[in-house]
């Protein structure tokens, strides 16, 4: 389980000469809207109708970071909590897990709260995380989580953090884009921090870790 | 009954070894070991163990197996639901060694009975009563077929000895005469015939009986003990014309031609649960059924029609009672109402949403092993779009609890049976596109919603409702 870098083997391409593939799994309660910023950053559009996730989708978005093509495999899990136990044959080996609650829901931070612990216990140390509060564009009307509690967790244990919303399309590329700059950067030198931070927690990237 | 235990008294020197059922991974038989004839091995997860010497090898061995069947299912059905509370009652008190006899006629008749429920799609209390040798007579093609008639406490079902070629399913609450007949039908000659009138004016020559007297008896005291149903006029689907896309000229007429055959078929071998059901049918569901019978025709085949005869008032008392509790589930099926067939103009307005709900919630108050399950509210959107609210509860019923037992508990053990399966299919048949996906590692990952959601999913709609077709007709086997 240690071998984070499995799927991420660089093969000749077309732009740039090479294109490195990245898995990144999406997780996180029900209807919290893994799928629609999958599809936000995947289509650039936020479907009004939408079906809920059985199972799981899978979708791939290729984009140029720091000169080089990143071709991102996304599973994006369903979300109920009977099909948790089936979650780990999608984490398993990912370069990044995107974590997404509502901030308009406090369960469902709980229930990221979880799933970050889980994905530090069961992954390789240089995983990267993202813990994602979506639906911001509700925030001013319902907002549950205060965006304090969210940065607080996510820099103690070494996350990157963003609030975007799927329906309008905010910080999602940017939260993909820092991913992706995270990634390749780890590729090109795997000892050096060269990644965008966001909430400068790479410093704890290590603590809570077991593997 | 949930153990299998072994004691020995060898020279003075005293052996004893419990086993749980639920432990044992593999049972063989073995007669080839040089040392153990007629031996049984019991491999548990870590250790194995032979039995020789057995006086009845061949029948301890079917008991052993049926046993170790029985306990499996346990574990996967998770305790409390469904459970046959009779034969667990029974088997306990088969308890002294010379019992073992009763033991396993039990295990045998609750075989039998299953065997019976799968083939003719009845509830899951049906238990066969007895099964005897005659013939039907086939309107149809002025011919007797030969076969087996099955009676069980509710039904009489008649199978014909060429698989394939008739099965027919008779509700006795549905039979009005019940009559002896000894002289000639269209010209042909009957012996030992029984004439089943049933109360749409269908009738039913069955002959060549054995025991007729005995069978006569039989079917009167099962039809004497049918309660009183009250009717429920037939339920127009709610949804009928709200399709926003206008169907082609071509679409319309394939839809004709589709009904115009239906309706030969109908006319020639009879409609609703009582239709003979010939390789004719068996073609016509192969090529779809036509809007227009859709729902009529899945709530028929699948046996959905014959639980909600026999229960009528439970979904509305269902409602009531589910109604009104905020709990978990409800909570999660609220966040998937608007994410069920989002697309279809039904799912956007509040009547098509309150039908769903109102479901989804009844069918988790009656079984909350399963509750809720994503995927259920695709299938039961679908379902509303041919039948009203009560029949598409009753649908879906017969999906989780008996085409697909297993499937949304919550484990989705079924499901991921199903889908080992499949896999192992495609290892055997598709060898290069196995190979290819292995190296991606993507099958399991992506078939899952395919068999949760009955392909309703993965497929253009019109194809999808044609697989449901067949799904209703032969089963999920």
């Given at each position: 389980m240690s071998n984070s870098r499995r799927n991420s083997g660089t093969r000749p391409g077309a732009a740039g000469g090479r294109i490195q593939q990245a898995k990144l799994v999406l997780l996180g309660d029900?209807?919290?809207g893994k799928s629609s910023l999958a599809l936000r950053f995947v289509r650039g559009q936020f479907p009004e109708h939408s079906e809920a996730t059985v199972g799981a989708a899978f979708l791939t978005q290729t984009i140029l970071v720091q000169g080089q093509s990143l071709k991102f495999d996304i599973w994006d899990t369903a979300g109920q909590e009977r099909y948790h136990s089936l979650a780990p044959m999608y984490y398993r080996g990912a370069q990044a897990a995107v974590v997404v609650y509502d901030i308009n829901n406090a369960n469902t931070f709980n229930r990221a709260i979880s799933w970050v612990r889980e994905l530090r216990q069961q992954t390789a140390v240089n995983t990267v995380i993202v813990l994602a509060g979506n639906k911001a564009d509700l925030a001013s009307e319902h907002r549950a989580v205060p965006t304090e509690d969210a940065r607080v967790f996510a820099e103690e244990t070494g996350l990157i953090f963003a609030e975007c919303s799927a329906k309008s399309g905010l910080a999602v590329n940017e939260m993909f884009m820092m991913i992706a700059h995270k990634i390749v950067g780890k590729h090109a030198s795997p000892n050096s921090s060269q990644g965008v931070q966001l909430t400068g927690g790479e410093e704890a990237s290590s603590s809570g870790c077991k593997c | 009954m949930n153990h299998l235990c072994f004691y020995s008294l060898l020279m003075g020197k005293e052996s004893k070894m419990i086993l749980r059922w639920a432990d044992i991974t593999k049972l063989e038989q073995d007669n080839n070991m040089f040392l153990l004839p007629d031996s049984i091995k019991v491999s548990t997860r870590d250790a194995s163990h032979y039995f020789s010497m057995l006086l009845h090898s061949n029948e301890t061995f079917s008991i052993m197996e049926q046993l170790a069947n029985l306990a499996m299912k346990q574990l996967m059905q998770e305790p409390g639901f469904q459970e046959d509370k009779s034969l667990v009652a029974k088997l306990k008190s088969v308890k002294k060694r010379r019992r073992i006899s009763i033991l396993r006629r039990d295990l045998d008749a609750k075989a039998r009975s299953e065997k019976f429920r799968l083939a003719f799609q009845l509830p899951v209390t049906e238990k066969l009563d007895s099964d005897m040798e005659c013939t039907l007579w086939a309107p149809y093609n002025k011919q007797h077929i030969g076969g087996r008639l099955y009676i069980s406490n509710n039904f009489m079902c008649f199978a014909s000895k060429v698989a394939d070629l008739v099965k027919v399913t008779i509700p006795l609450r549905d039979v009005s005469v019940l009559e002896k007949i000894d002289n000639s039908v269209s010209g042909s000659l009957i012996n030992k015939a029984i004439l089943v009138t049933t109360k749409s004016k269908v009738n039913f020559t069955f002959s060549e009986f054995r025991n007729r007297d005995l069978v006569l008896e039989k079917l009167s005291d099962f039809i004497s003990m049918q309660p009183i149903i009250r009717r429920y006029p037939a339920l127009l689907s709610m949804f009928a014309g709200t399709e926003n896309v206008e169907p082609s000229a071509a679409d319309r007429a394939r839809e004709a031609a589709k009904q115009h055959m239906w309706d030969l078929n109908f006319a020639e071998f009879g409609r609703g649960v009582s239709m003979y059901r010939t390789p004719e049918t068996h073609q016509l569901v192969i090529r779809g059924i036509p809007d227009c019978y859709r729902g009529e025709m899945w709530l028929v085949f699948s046996g959905a029609v014959n639980e909600m005869a026999t229960h009528p008032g439970y979904y509305a008392d269902a409602v009531r009672q589910s109604q009104g509790h905020p709990s978990a589930v409800t909570e999660e099926i609220e966040k998937d109402l608007y994410r069920s067939?989002?697309?279809?103009p039904a799912f956007q307005s509040d009547h098509g949403i309150g039908a769903l709900r109102r479901v989804l919630t009844a069918y988790a108050w009656r079984n909350p092993t399963i509750g809720y399950c994503q995927a259920m509210n695709i299938v039961a959107s679908v379902l509303l779009l041919y039948v009203s609210e009560e029949e598409a509860f009753w649908l879906l019923t017969a999906i989780c609890e008996r085409l697909l037992p297993d499937y949304y508990n919550t484990k989705v053990v079924g499901a991921l049976i199903d889908q080992g399966v499949f896999q192992d299919l495609v290892y055997e048949h598709l060898p290069a596109l196995y190979n290819k996906l292995d190296v991606l590692g993507l099958l399991n990952m992506i078939s899952l919603s395919w068999f949760l959601t009955i392909f309703i999913s993965v497929m253009p709609f019109s194809c999808a409702v044609n697989i449901l077709d067949y799904f209703f007709y032969g089963g999920a086997r």
């Open positions: 029900q209807g919290v | 067939l989002p697309e279809h």
